[in-house]
Nanobody
Framework: QVQLVESGGGLVQAGGSLRLSCAAS????????MGWFRQAPGKERGFVGI???????YYADSVKGRLTISRDNAKNTVYLQMNSLKPEDTAVYYC????????????????WGQGTQVTVSS
């Protein structure tokens, strides 16, 4: 029983930055592992990263060093800071609530946001 709302997407030039936010409802936010996924047209949903309840983070190799996940439990919000963006980062970005063990498999997450579009121009 969690509602997630992503925001912060938009159009940015290659090399630029964006920060996405995922605001969660409910009173047990701090108990969830929070993942980020992305999906481009014609491609499968792909794992971006996860932040665990203790703040540890794990990322897909393709985004390490450029994208960073953080969480503010007092605000029931998870962030995805995106730097040095590339055209191949263009996708709809989704946040998802799971457990500390959900990892990179989208099947293991229980709740999903509606997504926010990120477009990186050349």
């Amino acid at each position: 029983q969690v509602q997630l709302v992503e925001s912060g997407g938009g159009l940015v030039q290659a090399g630029g930055s964006l920060r996405l936010s995922c605001a969660a409802s409910g009173r047990a936010f701090s108990s969830y592992g929070m993942g980020w996924f992305r999906q481009a047209p014609g491609k499968e949903r792909g794992f971006v990263g996860i932040i665990l309840t203790n703040g540890a983070t794990y990322y897909a190799d393709s985004v390490k060093g450029r994208l960073t996940i953080s969480r503010d439990n007092a605000k029931n919000t998870v962030y995805l800071q995106m730097n040095s963006l590339k055209p191949e980062d263009t996708a709809v970005y989704y946040c998802a609530a799971g457990t500390d063990y959900s990892g990179s498999r989208f099947e293991r997450y229980s709740y999903w946001g509606q997504g926010t579009q990120v477009t990186v121009s050349s």
